[in-house]
């Protein structure tokens, strides 16, 4: 399992150590501009292509809201599954939540 930090802004991401990642990448690094939606969805695939990125594999969710949902759908659009580390600050931990696509019948 990878680890993939949608936007690192210098946050403590020493809990995902507790997961036992074999990888941590970070997608976003530092302040973005977070109207040019094209340009960072485009940088978030590629680095997620380039990572082989898999459905075993987990988004941490970081940053403004719109990079998490550019990630999601990237992830999705690679894996056809989205899963989620959202830090829980009560309790000093990453709880995973997970969304499985699929055709309706």
């Known amino acids: 399992m990878k680890c993939f930090i949608v936007n690192n ?3 403590d991401f020493s809990a995902l150590k ?7 990448v970070t997608l976003l690094e530092g302040k973005v501009n977070i109207f040019q939606t094209d340009r960072l969805y485009n940088e978030i695939k590629v680095k997620m292509k380039k990572e ?3 459905k075993e ?8 809201g719109s990079l998490n949902v550019l990630a999601a ?5 690679l894996t ?5 580390m959202i ?3 009560t309790d000093k ?6 969304i499985v696509g699929g055709e309706k019948e």
Do not use: C, Q, W
Not at 57 to 64: A, E, F, I, W
């Open 9 to 11: 802004l210098n946050h």
């Open 18 to 24: 507790l997961e036992s990642p074999e990888k941590i």
């Open 52 to 54: 082989k990125i898999t």
């Open 57 to 64: 594999d987990y988004l941490v969710v970081s940053g403004p």
């Open 73 to 77: 759908l990237a992830m999705y659009e």
């Open 80 to 84: 056809k599954t989205v899963n989620l």
């Open 87 to 89: 830090y829980n600050f």
């Open 93 to 98: 931990e990453y709880k995973k939540r997970s």
